[in-house]
């Protein structure tokens, strides 16, 4: 499955976006996925994942409460809201896809994902 991401920009701390995750293939709609990030200088993390139902919705700490993961099969796609964005919220963000059901627990494990959108940078001022 291809993946597209897209959304990302620059806005200023407290603000918001949107990034989606548009799926070339329907089969993106009985998988789960997930958002990752990588921020300058720093290891690929995880942000948030969401099961194929649209449930089972998992946080990262850092993010938790600020951040709403959803997704809408009518249109092979996901989303990340972003909200009270932080500067340290900056950072190439990425979705990701299994090729397989993932066992509950491992969603966090970037290893686990198969296939990659091509990252949006996402720049919050201060």
């Known amino acids: 499955v291809q993946l597209q991401a897209s959304g990302g920009g620059v806005v200023q701390a407290g603000g918001s976006l949107r990034l989606s995750c548009e799926a070339s293939d329907p089969i993106f709609n009985y998988r789960g996925m997930a958002w990752f990030r990588q921020g300058p200088g720093r290891e690929r993390e995880f942000v948030a994942s969401?099961?194929?139902?649209?449930?089972?919705?998992k946080y990262a700490d850092v993010v938790r409460g600020r951040f709403i993961i959803s997704r809408d099969k009518d249109k092979n796609a996901a989303y990340l809201r972003m909200n009270n964005l932080k500067t340290e919220d900056t950072a190439v963000y990425y979705c990701a896809a299994p090729n397989k059901l993932l066992i509950d627990g491992t969603e966090m494990l970037a290893s686990k994902y198969e296939d990659w959108g091509q990252g949006t940078q996402v720049t919050v001022s201060s």
């Open positions: 969401i099961h194929w139902s649209g449930g089972n919705q």
